[in-house]
């Protein structure tokens, strides 16, 4: 079937690493795929998002790299703060005559100070 | 900007029971999304309009869930007899006219708990 989901559901860092969030998807005629940031009792909040003909982007603190051939996608965090603890999800885009996003299951990260 | 408005914050009742959910979206945004999100799980989308019309409702119960967007602004999500199952944050995003659906705006959520 087709689907969108995370491989590691929790991820622990402390202060200042760099953390790495993970995400498969099956479909390959999505055109955007996008991470989500949701901190409790909050909606998702966008964060970044990658065409589907790009390898690589880059914003503030955080990198997206995508990896069509095994459809893997992936959120690097740089120096990661306490403010980032949150579930991250990813997300991709579907165009079936209109367009949709279908949401992975998301990972929980914890950072400690 | 104000962001994507929804009441009540959280619910609580019996199933059974019936539940409407309120979704005030961005202001000019045409486009208007209800998910479902149970936790420990990615939203799931119910509903899609554009305006007042629906573009998507291949997900939702529709035996038990019906949603409607008078005069293609506010929106009301109805639940009736809810189940169990039902227990979940109901999240209400908008996105523009001219907008990719990536570019979702999402409000707070209405944190529903069936007993």
């Known amino acids: 079937g087709e689907s969108v989901g995370l491989h590691l559901p929790t991820l622990s860092v402390q202060e200042g690493d760099n953390s790495i969030i993970n995400c498969a998807y099956s479909n390959s005629a999505s055109d955007y795929f996008i991470w989500y940031k949701q901190e409790s009792g909050k909606g998702p909040q966008f964060i970044i998002d990658?065409?589907?003909?790009?390898d690589k982007r880059q914003g503030q603190r955080v990198t997206v790299l995508l990896n069509k051939t095994v459809k893997h996608l992936s959120l690097q965090i740089a120096a990661t703060q306490p403010g980032d603890s949150a579930v991250y999800f990813c997300a991709e885009n579907r165009r079936t005559g209109f367009q949709k996003l279908v949401f992975g299951t998301g990972t929980r990260l914890l950072v400690s100070p | 900007e104000a962001g994507v408005a929804q009441s009540p914050r959280y619910k609580i009742i019996e199933k059974r029971q019936s539940v409407a959910f309120w979704c005030n979206p961005i202001s000019g945004h045409a486009t208007l999304y209800w998910y479902q999100q149970i936790l420990g799980q990615g939203p799931k989308l119910l509903i899609q309009f554009q305006n007042n019309g629906v573009v998507d409702d291949s997900q939702l119960p529709k035996d038990r869930f019906s949603a409607e967007r008078l005069k293609g602004v506010d929106s009301t999500l109805k639940i009736q007899p809810a189940k169990l199952e039902d227990s979940a944050v109901y999240l209400c995003?908008?996105?523009?006219?001219?907008?990719?659906?990536?570019?979702?705006?999402f409000g707070p959520g209405t944190r529903l708990t069936v007993t």
């Open positions: 995003a908008s996105s523009s006219f001219r907008g990719e659906a990536y570019e979702q705006y």
């Open positions: 990658i065409r589907s003909n790009m």
